[in-house]
């Protein structure tokens, strides 16, 4: 499963190749004939649990990566709340809802459990990209941010229109993530927005493996059956 690296800002995607273009989703290509290593670019894909995998940290999850390349992943879990709010997570950090209410909307919303690397930090992940000073650009409409001003913006009632706050991230070294794919553990499809920051948190699981075109109680009836 996902190991713990050394820091977030390891630069993967300053030394990442150029992957060869996918002709239909998350399937692996083989570079030469010789070189039986798989390349392939994850960016901006959703990781779907298989419903066999077991892991107490990962079981159950849909996670988007934020960053693939030959030196490893990074990536949030989308679906699974801890018992912290964002109005609670602002209160640790000594942010306040000066202009945003108690009441809003946002200050109700849990923090998610991003995955087990850094997990006593905040991670943000947003659209628009904004102008944040510690951000890595998913596409032109996603960003991964974990410096405190977009948490800052959040708070003054400025920030992003649709925000995902974690503890914690997951993170893969060079070749991990990769065969954790062949030996059976996820899934991989292309990320939608609109699970990643509008559906509800419980029913993002099985909206990620509908845009496979699977129906999730069949591929569960089989994985019952391995």
């Known amino acids: 499963m996902a190991k713990q690296t050394k820091s977030l800002h390891t630069n993967l995607h300053d030394e990442a190749t150029q992957s060869a273009p996918m002709t239909s989703r998350h399937r692996f290509q083989v570079k030469t004939?010789?070189?039986?290593?798989?390349?392939?670019?994850?960016?901006?894909?959703?990781?779907?649990?298989?419903?066999?995998?077991?892991?107490?940290?990962?079981?159950?999850?849909?996670?988007?990566?934020?960053?693939?390349?030959?030196?490893?992943?990074?990536?949030?879990?989308?679906?699974?709340?801890?018992?912290?709010?964002?109005?609670?997570?602002?209160?640790?950090i000594d942010l306040t809802l000066e202009?945003?209410?108690?009441?809003?909307?946002?200050?109700?919303?849990?923090?998610?459990?991003?995955?087990?690397?850094?997990?006593?930090?905040?991670?943000?992940?947003?659209?628009?990209?904004?102008?944040?000073?510690s951000s890595l650009k998913v596409t032109d409409d996603i960003a991964f941010t974990t410096s405190r001003d977009v948490l800052e913006a959040v708070a003054a009632g400025d920030g992003p229109e649709q925000v995902l706050i974690s503890v914690g991230y997951a993170g893969w070294g060079a070749g991990q993530l990769e065969q954790e794919i062949l030996a059976n553990g996820w899934l991989t499809?292309?990320?939608?927005?609109?699970?990643?920051?509008?559906?509800?948190?419980?029913?993002?699981f099985a909206a990620a493996i509908k845009s496979l075109g699977i129906d999730p109680l069949m591929l569960a009836a089989e994985a019952g059956h391995a």
């Open 99 to 133: 202009i945003i209410p108690d009441s809003h909307p946002i200050g109700k919303r849990p923090v998610m459990f991003g995955g087990p690397v850094q997990d006593d930090r905040g991670f943000v992940l947003h659209t628009p990209v904004g102008a944040y000073s």
């Open 33 to 92: 004939e010789e070189d039986s290593n798989l390349e392939l670019n994850l960016t901006n894909h959703f990781l779907i649990a298989m419903p066999s995998m077991l892991d107490p940290v990962f079981g159950g999850t849909v996670i988007y990566l934020c960053e693939h390349s030959p030196r490893g992943a990074m990536g949030m879990v989308i679906n699974r709340p801890i018992e912290l709010t964002v109005a609670g997570l602002f209160d640790r």
């Open 189 to 204: 499809v292309a990320a939608d927005a609109r699970i990643l920051f509008d559906l509800p948190l419980e029913e993002r």
